[in-house]
Structures are given as structure tokens and as C-alpha cells.
């Protein structure tokens, strides 16, 4: 488990000492939100992939060059060491924990008595592009924001959104930048992605019309980003998180 604890227990030689002894025996590995820190700390994350809460995953992989940090997905498997985000991520996990050991019927058995998803997916980003628009200043940004959000299959062009924003072309970027910290294209993209996921999960829209409706056009522009950013197909991933 992560916490403020986290980083006293770091520099207690005794504690580091005695976690490396036990994950030698263990079958599994695993830790919530800062507690990778630890982890790391023994060496047990050394060469492998990993992450953390999103807060301090430029912390962890400057202070562990070693470690392959991924600040983006809820959860990472890398053989038997498992890492998750922040504390609801680690039930993502724990959820995919009682899959691995027991079969889809126990874990969704415990989904349900305590209301949570099941197999919410390790690649979920931990970042959202609607809550990065909740924490813009400039109302010309947030204009074109929420119009990105509710018209995710339109004109979403910078030239487009700066006319939106009433603001010049490159005003409007190097603002949006500033603002979001990211550029206007990967929150667009960002957000197209959140649309087809959400559509690919509920809705028993053809691959063609989701693509269309999160606004990637085709269904070939929509594969090529779900392989770089969620490394699966848009097929795959809606017979894996199909909520019907």
C-alpha cells in the first residue's frame, strides 16, 4: 500500500531488506499507488514495467532509472509483479488478482456485492481528457473543450477550436498548452478515444458507426490509435470489456 509512509519506509534499510527476502519465495508481487516505491527500492522492479500514482511517476522512474515507469494505465503485470495508480485503481487490480487465481464467475460474484466494475482495464489511462478540461482558467479554452467533449465527431481542427476560443490560431495553442499540458491534438485525440471505449463498452454499435461517432472517420484511423495507445484492436477490446 501506498501513502505518505511510503517514502520513510524507503530509506528503512531493515524494512527493504526484508521485503526483497519474502518476494523471493512469493509467487506474487504486488503494490498500491507510492507502495512501488518500495518495491523498487528492493530491486524487485528492476528491468520490469511499472507504474504508480500519477503524481509521482516522474519521481519514481528519475529516482529508478532501472524501471521501465508507465504513468498511464490503472494497473501493469509484468510477470509476477503487479503495480497499480492510486487506492480504487488497487481494486482494479484486486479484482483482476481474484480472476487470475479463481475465474471470471468469483471475481464478478465480488463485483457485484461490492458495486464495482469488473475488469475495469489495466490500460485504462489514469488521466481523463474531460477532468484536464474541468481545470482550465481561460473561458476560450474551456469553450473548446466542451465542444470537443459533446461534438467529438466534428471539425476539432485547431483552427476550428481557436474560432471557438475567439482567439488567434497559434494564441490558442501555445494557451491550450499552457493550460492543459497537453497540445490541442492529443486532447482531441485523447477524447475521441475516451468516446469509442465508452461506445465500444455499452452501446452494440458496429466498429464503422463508433468510429464515426467518436469522430476517427474510419475504422482503419480508429484501429491504428487503439493499437498505439490501449495496444489492442478496437475489436478486441469490446470483446473483452463488452458490458452486456
Known amino acids: 500500500m501506498g501513502g505518505d509512509g ?12 526484508h521485503v526483497a527476502r519474502l518476494a523471493a519465495g512469493a509467487r506474487r508481487i504486488t503494490s498500491v ?19 504508480t500514482h500519477w503524481r509521482v511517476c516522474d519521481l519514481l522512474a528519475r529516482s529508478f532509472p532501472a524501471v521501465r515507469v508507465e504513468p498511464d494505465p490503472i494497473f501493469v503485470r509484468d510477470g509476477n509483479v503487479w503495480t497499480s495508480a492510486g487506492v480504487t485503481a488497487g481494486m482494479d487490480m484486486a479484482l483482476a488478482l481474484v480472476e487470475d487465481d479463481h475465474g471470471r464467475d468469483v471475481a464478478l460474484a465480488i463485483a ?48 476550428a477550436l481557436a474560432r471557438i ?18 497540445t490541442p491534438a492529443r486532447y482531441v485525440e485523447r477524447v475521441r478515444m475516451e468516446t469509442a471505449r465508452r461506445l465500444l463498452e455499452e452501446s452494440d454499435d458496429g466498429v464503422e458507426a463508433v468510429a464515426t461517432a467518436a469522430g476517427f472517420g474510419t475504422a482503419e484511423t480508429m484501429r491504428r490509435t487503439f493499437l ?5 484492436s478496437p475489436t478486441e477490446y469490446r470483446r473483452r470489456f463488452h458490458a452486456a
Open 165 to 182: 476560443a475567439l482567439m488567434s490560431e497559434r494564441n490558442f495553442a501555445r494557451c491550450f498548452a499552457t493550460e492543459t499540458g497537453m
Open 112 to 159: 457485484r456485492r461490492f458495486v464495482l466494475f469488473l475488469r475495469r482495464p489495466a490500460n485504462q489511462s489514469q488521466f481523463s481528457a474531460p477532468l484536464q478540461a474541468q481545470a482550465a482558467q481561460h473561458d476560450g479554452i474551456r469553450a473548446a473543450q466542451h465542444h470537443v467533449a459533446e461534438h467529438p465527431d466534428s471539425d476539432c481542427s485547431v483552427a
Open 33 to 51: 499507488c507510492s507502495g512501488s516505491f518500495l518495491l523498487a527500492r528492493a530491486g524487485l522492479l528492476d528491468g520490469k514495467r511499472a507504474t
Open 6 to 17: 511510503t517514502y520513510e519506509a524507503v530509506a528503512d534499510e531493515h524494512l527493504v531488506g
Open 228 to 232: 498505439r495507445l490501449v495496444r489492442t
